[in-house]
């Protein structure tokens, strides 16, 4: 008998056999997220993911349309480029009397359309009868909405739950709710632009009859209310899809515009730049970047800064709203429940009944290692990306308290790395971006005892110290700025005596709570070249085994090399590819100048997103060696779309093209291009540097990319060095 294995994450996203994930399509609007079925059903297929959810929790977990006793036949379906509405082209199926056939299908065409805006989904019905006789049909709308926490959904059982209040309904609405334990009350409101014929608890339906070539539309709208059983003040579906459409035109113009001489490589743009737009919530601070659909649509530190940085060339007012809302959520006391200490930047905030409850930690919760470092990274690289002198010195202060955090709570030791230990038991295991129970291990596969050092963490602090001593010479502090500086050559000198490892040719993946290296070869160490603390000679044999051997797949760099004892191509961190972790590295390269060596990456992402579904890459894939004429193998509960995966095109193609701004210089540099073969032309317009602009034609020679500056709108230099 094969032991059990016993899994012990204990916010494990839960797949069994009868939850196989299915074709799904996604709508998002701040807050507010569905997940649904190509026909536009949510019917509890796929992973069980499917439903209408709001600030954390499903308010409909069933919405299914059918023609008498039938559902509807799919001709086809799409969300639109701009991720704005969905549309399915739907017709009747046969229907059977007496054994003989009283409609035949395909006789009536129903356009079933939808989109989400302030907690509200809007669907509208267009049915039309291309019969030469008139037709009667019933449209039933079946309803339920169990208001699980999206930790439930996720497969998190709970002991106890609140009270389901029944059913109130009118001519024209109806309306269910549920009582938490946290004493909200949480309510679904229906409404009909026509009175339905008959309303029951979990149903509507209506008696239409169309004459030839008639037209009918029928619209309703789904609110979700909390607090109040009674409906929000919701604008109707046509001035809803105006102010839908005019916030979608205003969010497109802050970004500059990318194209190339390859369609498909367009699409994956296209399609990355949509799914950011979607992503990014509009707070009180500005837009931020929620992580991801289903299991993460919310503010997340590392994946909010991780993703402001890919798109900061093309987009820096993203930076902006990240920086100004993680400034405003940075931690002031000592909270163990929470993993919060002073000066600590958000790893995640959740709503929903059992973040209000404690059953879960993730309410404000600050169980991240490099969000505090990597924060302090993002304020610099915009400081010089948008010379936006009065964000600084809004956000100096709260540098200061993320350096004091790295020094007093980061260091737990004081042997000057920063390491990271839970203080609560519900909290993370591990605090790195690779979050898993096993994703910190030795060579012979046994795990990791915390306290424990990670490579790029380290990496991190030393580009948070570098950026911190720009900043403080900025603000006129040249002597803060020295500090800063030494501590940061201080650190890269211990950090190459005791993380670099000879027998892998690169840094080791940490340091446990006994100083003992995790000699294991994984893309932590591709990382540690973001900000440049790796000696040269060493990045360049660290950037060449990333993309060569048990690292690279063929469809990207694998989390952990195929050799290492925990190496497992299906694991959510031991032997995947992520799309964002892999454009990460790829910076790293272009920080060297390693242009040549970023391109295998850039091909391996390109050719992923022409056999994904929309040229959407997925939060992570499987790191199965590329076989071929097969499409990269998926993860079963990947997260799509994901934010930083999205945004990892733009930086892919930055680090390609070796295109950085220094703003406060007013100047665009261009070092080491380099296009792949598949490009050979990439134009990017209105690339905006304070209050000038530049249009830039990048064209793939011989020997080497020309860069022609089509367009020079203000005061600001381009320099090109070959």
Aim: charged share 25%; hydrophobic share 40%; proline share 4%.
């Amino acid at each position: 008998m094969a032991d059990v294995i016993k899994v012990e994450d204990q916010y494990y996203i839960l797949a069994t056999a009868a939850r196989a994930r299915g074709s799904s399509a996604v709508l998002k609007h701040a807050d507010t997220f569905a997940v649904f079925d190509s026909l536009g059903d949510i019917v509890g297929a796929g992973l069980g993911e499917q439903g209408l959810y709001h600030q954390g929790t499903r308010f409909l977990s069933l919405l299914r349309l059918r023609l008498g006793h039938d559902r509807p036949l799919l001709l086809s379906s799409r969300t639109h480029t701009d991720n704005a509405v969905f549309g399915a082209d739907l017709t009747n199926a046969d229907v059977i009397s007496g054994g003989a056939v009283k409609l035949p299908r395909d006789v009536v065409h129903i356009y079933r359309s939808r989109f989400l805006w302030n907690g509200v989904l809007y669907e509208r019905l267009r049915l039309v009868n291309y019969a030469a006789d008139t037709v009667r049909l019933t449209i039933v709308y079946e309803f339920a909405a169990d208001y699980a926490d999206i930790f439930e959904v996720r497969g998190t059982r709970r002991e106890r739950r609140g009270a389901q209040l029944g059913t109130r309904r009118d001519d024209d609405w109806m309306e269910t709710g549920y009582r938490g334990l946290d004493g909200v009350v949480r309510c679904t409101r229906i409404e009909w632009d026509q009175r339905p014929v008959d309303v029951r608890d979990e149903q509507a339906s209506w008696d239409v009859s169309l004459a030839p070539h008639e037209t009918l539309t029928l619209s309703m709208q789904v609110s979700c209310v909390v607090e109040s059983s009674s409906a929000p003040s919701a604008p109707s579906l046509d001035d809803a899809y105006r102010m839908l459409c005019d916030r979608q035109r205003e969010a497109a113009a802050a970004y500059a515009r990318v194209d190339t001489s390859n369609r498909q490589f367009d699409a994956w743009i296209q399609r990355s730049f949509a799914d950011v737009q979607m992503m990014a919530t509009d707070t009180a601070y500005g837009p931020y970047p929620y992580a991801g659909v289903p299991w993460f649509n919310t503010a997340f530190g590392r994946d909010g800064i991780i993703t402001a940085l890919e798109l900061l060339t093309v987009n820096p007012s993203l930076a902006r709203g990240v920086l100004r809302y993680l400034a405003a959520t940075q931690a002031d006391a000592v909270v163990p429940d929470r993993d919060a200490e002073p000066g600590k930047i958000l790893h995640e905030t959740r709503g929903g009944e059992m973040a209000a409850l404690g059953e879960v930690p993730f309410g404000l919760y600050y169980g991240s290692v490099d969000a505090t470092p990597l924060f302090v990274v993002l304020a610099g690289a915009y400081y010089r990306r948008t010379a936006d002198r009065a964000l600084l010195e809004h956000l100096w202060p709260h540098v200061e308290r993320a350096l004091e955090w790295i020094d007093r709570y980061g260091d737990r030791d004081g042997d000057g790395f920063v390491e990271y230990e839970r203080r609560t038991p519900t909290g993370l295991a591990h605090q790195g971006w690779k979050d898993s129970q096993d994703s910190v291990f030795h060579a012979d596969g046994v795990l990791a005892d915390a306290p424990i050092a990670l490579c790029e963490v380290q990496s991190y602090v030393f580009g948070a110290r570098k950026a911190a001593a720009m900043l403080a010479r900025a603000l006129g502090s040249s002597s803060r700025a020295e500090e800063l500086e030494h501590a940061a050559e201080d650190l890269r000198g211990r950090f190459e005596r005791d993380f670099w490892s000879e027998e892998l040719g690169m840094y080791a993946l940490a340091l446990d709570g006994a100083k003992r290296k995790c000699v294991v070869r994984t893309s932590n160490a591709g990382q540690c070249l973001l900000t440049g603390i790796a000696r040269r000679d060493r990045a360049r044999r660290i950037a060449e085994s990333m993309v060569s051997g048990d690292l690279f797949s063929g469809w990207g760099v694998r989390t952990v090399a195929a050799t290492e004892a925990r190496y497992n191509p299906m694991s959510y961190h031991n032997g995947s590819i992520w799309p964002h972790d892999n454009a990460l590295v790829a910076a790293g390269f272009a920080q060297y100048g390693f242009s040549d060596l970023v391109q295998p990456i850039l091909a391996a992402l390109f050719d992923a997103s022409l056999h994904v579904e929309r040229h959407r890459l997925p939060e992570l894939f499987c790191g199965f060696r590329r076989r071929s004429d097969e499409a990269p193998t998926l993860y079963p509960v990947a997260c799509s779309p994901q934010a930083w995966s999205a945004g990892s095109v733009f930086l892919l193609l930055q680090a390609s093209l070796g295109l950085t701004i220094d703003a406060t210089q007013r100047r665009v540099a261009v070092a080491h291009a380099e296009l792949p073969p598949f490009l050979e032309r990439v134009t990017i317009r209105d690339l905006r540097i304070a209050d000038a602009s530049v249009d830039l034609l990048f064209e793939r020679r011989a020997r080497d990319v020309g860069v022609t500056v089509l367009e020079r709108r203000g005061d600001v230099e381009v320099a090109i060095t070959k």
